[in-house]
């Protein structure tokens, strides 16, 4: 009776870690996916990705969108702004929060992009990383951190103190 229970308890762990190893290798395939989505500026598959309940973060505190509004974003600043988006060096991530506030599985990635602008205003070489929360095959949340004044400045802005004038 011993054995059958040592057994069962065995039989329940392997499942259970082939189940998470299941679920990682899902979640990284679509984070690859929804990437190649950007990447490729294809707005139907970026759709098909985004949980309804999306929720986007960053890269600045207090950006904040939606799915639609991620969506349209992305329209406009293909239309105005973005003539490529290429990731170099990207890598991903997985790993699942078990305690706190932001419990559920994720998907880290990190990426070195260089994005091409549009009307002779150059091209900006930057470190991001997107975290992404996964549910039912769904990115439902992602943080985006990336630092913009480098980005600005690669564009030629140039930065100043107002009340040093």
Known sequence: MKKIILVLITITLVM???????????NLDLIE????AVESIDFDAMDLYL????????????DTINKQQAITN?????????KKIHYDKSR???LKITTGDNQGDWVSNWAELKIDYKGNKGSAIIWANSIYQ???????????FYNE?????????????????
Do not use: M, R
Request: with cysteine; glycine share 6%.
């Open 149 to 165: 004044a480098d980005v600005l400045e690669q564009l030629g802005y140039i930065f100043f103190n107002p009340i040093e004038l």
């Open 16 to 26: 259970s870690c082939s189940s998470e190893a299941d679920n990682s290798e899902k």
């Open 33 to 36: 996916k929804y990437v190649s």
């Open 51 to 62: 949980d309804e309940k999306y929720l986007g973060l960053g890269p600045s505190y207090g």
């Open 92 to 94: 991903n991530a997985a």
């Open 74 to 82: 992305w329209k406009n600043n293909v239309e105005h702004l973005y």
């Open 134 to 144: 996964i549910e039912n095959n769904k990115i439902i949340k992602s943080y985006t």
